[in-house]
């Protein structure tokens, strides 16, 4: 069974930082497109980035172009999203993802972790 | 960026019924839809990928269809466990993008 697990996400000042970690297992994690989603309260779906299997390709969504980097440690089964210069509208429930590549959907997913960010 | 859009966004309904919920692409994204589930406190779940493909342990009472630009999700036959938001992705080009998410409530 695929299992995610996401830690890290609290309550940050505009402008501070934060890094989101994601424990995977169920999977052959080193094989795996790796995604964060985000979700703001009471708001839809937002796809934040994504990073193929083997670290060597990341995407991201405009608008966290510059202030996010998201990476992997195959070797300890983890995903990471390291969140800078964060902004009041970064508020949401952060999903960590199985999937979300080129062709490949949003398999499975976490149950979140919240970051909040306040003025 | 791809524009998703979905119809309607609620939708009030009884157990039985059959249910039908648009998703529209600003370009044609050939089959690369999927559709999710989601309940109130959860994320969301796979529902189907490629317009048509049912993740596995779904159940068959739920149906996709549609390339291009328009696509459907169906209900067969609604029931308790299906009231929930339902949100179409493309996963076609960067980035990828959700429809805004339609409603299903009891009627």
């Known amino acids: 069974e695929v299992l995610l697990v996401e830690s890290g996400g609290g309550l940050v000042q505009s402008g501070g930082s934060l890094r989101l970690s994601c424990g995977a297992s169920?999977?052959?994690?080193?094989?795996?497109?790796m995604s964060w989603v985000r979700q703001a309260p009471g708001k839809g779906l937002e796809w934040v980035a994504n990073?193929?299997?083997?670290?060597?390709?990341?995407n991201y969504v405009d608008s966290v172009k510059g202030r996010f980097t998201i990476s992997r440690d195959n070797a300890k089964n983890s995903l990471y999203l390291q969140m800078n210069s964060l902004r009041v509208e970064d508020t949401a429930l952060y999903y960590c993802?199985?999937?979300?590549?080129?062709?490949?959907?949003?398999?499975?997913w976490g149950q979140g972790s919240l970051v909040t960010v306040s003025s | 960026d791809i524009q998703m859009t979905q119809s309607p966004s609620t939708l009030s309904a009884s157990v039985g019924d059959r249910v039908t919920i648009t998703c529209r692409a600003s370009?044609?994204?050939?089959?690369?839809l999927a559709w999710f589930q989601q309940k109130p406190g959860k994320p969301p779940k796979l529902l189907i990928s490629?317009?048509?493909s049912l993740d596995s342990g779904v159940p068959s009472r739920f149906s996709g269809s549609g390339s291009g630009t328009e696509f459907t999700l169906t209900i067969s036959s609604l029931q308790p466990d299906d009231f929930a938001t339902y949100f179409c992705?493309?996963?076609?080009?960067?980035?990828?993008?959700f429809g805004p998410g339609t409603k299903v409530d009891i009627k």
């Open positions: 169920g999977f052959t994690f080193s094989s795996s497109w």
């Open positions: 370009q044609s994204i050939n089959s690369w």
């Open positions: 490629k317009a048509s």
């Open positions: 992705q493309q996963y076609k080009s960067y980035p990828f993008t």
């Open positions: 990073i193929n299997p083997d670290g060597s390709e990341k």
């Open positions: 993802v199985k999937g979300g590549g080129s062709g490949w959907p949003f398999g499975s």
